[in-house]
């Protein structure tokens, strides 16, 4: 089921490779695969970046707070992509 409805779409990149050959630098939001503490314990996870752009005046993404639990990160995507991207959840458009 969609959570959300996005006004326009946002571009998006993601790796599992520390050397970014998928390169999350050059996407809207960025997801890097990655490692973090969540109650003592090393759990897979996803640093974000955000603001990558490949239009006219190139930028890359930069790093968003530190990285996220993959059991975390829809809500925290959620959240970005409501407060950043102008997205609605879908309770509110009903």
Known sequence: ???????????????????????P???EIGLM??????DGQMEEAAKIFLGGSMGVEPQLAALHGTAVPL??????????????????RRSQTL
């Open 71 to 88: 059991s975390a990160l829809p809500d925290v995507l959620e959240t970005l992509l409501v407060e950043r991207f102008g997205a609605r």
């Open 33 to 38: 695969g990655a490692k973090a503490r969540l």
């Open 1 to 23: 089921m969609r959570r959300l409805v996005l006004p326009q779409a946002v571009r998006s990149r993601w790796t599992g490779y520390p050397n970014a050959c998928g390169q």
């Open 25 to 27: 630098y050059r996407g």
